[in-house]
């Protein structure tokens, strides 16, 4: 096979899909090559939660203008996405008064998150036992989106509008030349193109590697089990602080529970145990009932992490025509969005329309400009 | 057989025409179905369902069943209840 195309997006997950529908947008078609099935990679692992409340400027302003797109993304391509908020549960004085801080920073800049008190948790999660609890922090703009909507439709549209999706297709190399890029090489042949962008997770550090280009990302292991479905019994993404898990009630009624277990860096996560004895017993505490819930399903994936946990977002300045998207360190469905519009916006107009992603390229680490925040969070 | 009346999926209640809809569509890969219609999603985990819908789809398409992306096993064999996890004697 030999084609040309005149902007190639590696990696078919909410990151490549959506840059791809934002350049539709301005009128350009793009192909993106996937090496399994779209939303393969990280996508369809994640744990489905939308939120503003972070504690650097550039988080949010990232993710208040991706919360502006999920709203048109539900009315354009039919994607389930609800605000039914996020729910932090604290236990102790010390993470009380840190989040009192974060919710002042995040008041300043927009985001309307607020420390409620334990009648208020019981009436955003009815079933909730809180007896162990000090107080919450609540985010009403926050939320939860479909990640099979979002690759499904916006998969098919790209399709019927012209744009090329070619799946089973593996990126093998980048091709330059000294001015910049050429192209890719394929498990299906080689691809031409000037413009190559990666939207490809950890993956984006063995494809530069062979080009001399190190990027720091790291993959850490991460967790999750579903259970069976269940009438809707809370709306918010809860959060325990103390013990680093989250539960989402999904749109069909299952429940997705995440916690953190110790992990070292790897991009083959095992299942383990240990997982599931912490997490279920996290929740069981919470809500008794939980006990007798069936478990379905548990599977592994990784965060993309980066040294600031913030992602790289631009142009590679040294390589005409290489751009990247990836080490999004958890938060890259929730940010695909504006992460889509940004990269667009790169390509074509050669500058963000958030001024924030400005800082986010990949140069702030050898300029020692990383992002800096007001605590690390979520 | 009227595929309006065939059930290929019986947790998650799904029929032998949304299966061939789906094709139709141009969905070639089990993966894609799967969250498209949610087979393999309910309390069998695709032990019933995903190997009907398989050969659905490696008629019509005339693709191998390794050319499918059949979704993975994964744990736990069977459903089992949260309460199990959650005794004290049986951690790690």
Redesign the interface.
């Given at each position: 096979m030999k084609m040309k195309s005149d902007i190639l997006i590696v990696g078919g997950g909410s990151t490549g899909l959506m840059i791809s529908y934002y350049l539709l947008k301005k009128g350009v078609r793009s192909t993106i090559i996937e090496r399994?099935?779209?939303?393969?990679g990280n996508t369809?692992k994640c744990a489905t939660g939308i939120r503003a409340s972070f504690t650097s400027r550039e988080h949010i302003a990232l993710m208040k203008r991706a919360i502006e797109l999920w709203s048109e993304l539900r009315d354009e391509l039919g994607v389930f996405y609800e605000r039914s908020g996020y729910l932090w549960l604290l236990s102790r004085e010390e993470d009380l008064k840190m989040f009192k801080t974060y919710v002042s920073f995040q008041n300043e800049l927009g985001v309307p998150t607020k420390v409620i008190d334990l009648s208020e948790v019981k009436r955003l999660a009815p079933t909730i036992v809180t007896k162990d609890l000090l107080a919450a922090v609540y985010d009403p703009l926050a939320g939860k989106a479909s990640p099979?909507d979002l690759?499904?439709r916006s998969w098919?549209l790209l399709?019927e509008k012209g744009c090329k999706v070619l799946?089973?297709v593996e990126v093998k190399k980048i091709l330059l030349n000294k001015n910049g890029v050429l192209g890719v090489e394929t498990s299906a042949g080689s691809i031409e193109s000037s413009t190559v962008v990666l939207a490809t997770a950890y993956d984006t550090v063995k494809l530069l590697e062979p080009l001399n280009i190190s990027i720091p990302i790291k993959p850490v292991p991460k967790h999750a089990f579903i259970?069976?479905a269940y009438r809707d019994l809370f709306k918010p993404l809860i959060i325990d602080w103390t013990t680093s898990s989250y539960i989402v009630q999904t749109p069909?009624g299952n429940f997705l529970v995440g916690s953190e277990i110790s992990e070292k860096y790897s991009d083959k996560p095992l299942?383990k145990?240990?997982f599931?004895?912490k997490a279920?017993?996290v929740?069981?505490k919470y809500f008794p009932w939980?006990?007798?819930?069936?478990?379905?399903?548990?599977?592994t994936g990784y965060y993309d992490m980066t040294p600031d946990h913030h992602p790289i977002i631009g142009p590679l300045d040294d390589l005409e025509g290489l751009y990247i998207a990836a080490g999004f360190s958890g938060h890259g469905f929730m940010m695909s969005p504006s992460v889509g519009e940004i990269m667009a916006d790169w390509i074509i107009e050669g500058r963000p329309r958030v001024s924030e992603a400005l800082s986010l390229s990949v140069s702030r680490f050898r300029k020692g400009e990383l992002i800096k925040e007001v605590a690390v969070f979520g | 057989m009227d595929p309006e009346k065939v059930i290929v999926c019986r947790c998650e209640d799904v029929l032998l025409s949304d299966v061939l809809r789906a094709i139709e569509?141009?969905y070639?890969?089990l993966?894609?179905i799967k969250?498209?219609l949610?087979v393999g999603?309910?309390?069998c985990?695709g032990r019933h369902c995903l190997s009907i819908i398989a050969r659905v789809l490696a008629k019509a398409t005339s693709l191998r069943i390794d050319?499918l992306?059949y979704p993975p096993s994964?744990?736990?064999l069977m459903?089992?209840?949260?309460?199990y996890?959650?005794s004290d004697e049986?951690?790690?």
């Open positions: 399994k099935y779209p939303g393969s369809y099979f690759i499904l098919q399709v799946t089973g259970t069976e069909h299942s145990l240990k599931l004895h279920s017993k929740w069981v939980m006990k007798e819930v069936y478990l379905l399903r548990y599977w | 569509k141009g070639r890969d993966e894609s969250r498209l949610r999603m309910g309390s985990q050319e992306n994964r744990p736990p459903p089992i209840q949260l309460k996890f959650v049986d951690e790690e």
